[in-house]
Every structure is written in structure tokens, then in C-alpha cells.
């Protein structure tokens, strides 16, 4: 069985790939616009030292969740330059929130846009980028003895919430 690009279960075929077996950008040129939104969230795993001085914004490199809200908005913006076959969009909103405490910081990032292809790899790349940001702000403070991250993980992201409303024709 496999899985096609809606992410429904069943004997389509993937629609990234042309009968040679080929990569391909899907054509969405013939669909109609349609306002998107698409929500994600991942959990970056902190010792509880470095998610207090998080908190209380006192990391020596500076403002970790404005940075990391910035690092965000700029990879939802940027998606299509990352992944290959990903089409650029209208990015018409991006909502960024985090939720910050215990071992973990949690980052859930909401991305709207109207088009004709919808915006969950914009909003999975917000969270990656926006944790990421994170980990390379507090890396210091999570470093053991000899250097490594033992504890240092993002685990969890996954799309929450997807959405699409077939705009009004105006007939």
C-alpha cells in the first residue's frame, strides 16, 4: 500500500514521480485558490536550569524565543528554497508560540496562506528552524564535560492541524 501526496492510504500513485520513476514538481497549476492553514509543533528537551534561565532570559548569547521566533517566520518564508519539490506560496500569516517550561520547550507555529497548494511543510519547517534556534542559543549551557548534548533533543513534531476553504467566486 502506499501513500500518496494527500496522505490518504491506497493504491494511488506518489505524485512526485513521473512513470520513469523521476522526481517532479506537481502541477497544481489548474486548482482552484483555496485560504490554507496549516499547524505544527515539536518539543526541544532542556536540562531545567537552561529552560529557568530561558524563562527568565538570561542566556548569555540573548532573547532565545525572540530569536527563535524570528529563525521561525524566516524558514516559513524560505521553505521553497529548502525542500526540492516544495512550490513558493503566499505566506498571508505565521503565528509562532511558545510554550516553556519543565525540561522542555514547546514550539507551535501556524502558517496561513491562499493558493493553489497547501502549507505544512512551511509550518514543520517554522518548528524545526525555530528549535533548532533554540538548541544553538542555550548550546553552551547544555554541554556536558566533554562536550556533547546527552540530554539535548527536538522529538514530537509533527502536523497538528491542517485546513482548506474553498474561497467564495463571488457568483
Request: charged share 30%; net charge negative; proline share 2%.
Amino acid at each position: 500500500m502506499t501513500r500518496n501526496a494527500t496522505g490518504d492510504d491506497g493504491d494511488s500513485e506518489l505524485t512526485h514521480t513521473d512513470e520513469e520513476g523521476d522526481v517532479q514538481m506537481v502541477d497544481v497549476g489548474g486548482k482552484p485558490d483555496s485560504a490554507r492553514r496549516a499547524v505544527a509543533r515539536g518539543v526541544i528537551h532542556l536540562r531545567e536550569s537552561t529552560v529557568d534561565a530561558v524563562r527568565g532570559d538570561d542566556v548569555k548569547k540573548g532573547d532565545v524565543l525572540a530569536t527563535a521566533r524570528v529563525g521561525a517566520v524566516q524558514a516559513v518564508k524560505h521553505t521553497w528554497e529548502t525542500i526540492p519539490m516544495c512550490h513558493g506560496i503566499p505566506i498571508t500569516n505565521v503565528e509562532t508560540e511558545f510554550d516553556v517550561g519543565g525540561d522542555r520547550v514547546t514550539l507551535t507555529v501556524a502558517v496561513e496562506t491562499t493558493g493553489k497548494t497547501g502549507c505544512e511543510m512551511e509550518a514543520l519547517e517554522g518548528v524545526t528552524t525555530g528549535l533548532n534556534v533554540v538548541w544553538d542559543m542555550v548550546k553552551a549551557a547544555e554541554k556536558d564535560a566533554d562536550g556533547q548534548y546527552p540530554g539535548t533533543r527536538i522529538s514530537d513534531v509533527e502536523v497538528v492541524t491542517k485546513e482548506k476553504r474553498v474561497l467564495d467566486s463571488g457568483a
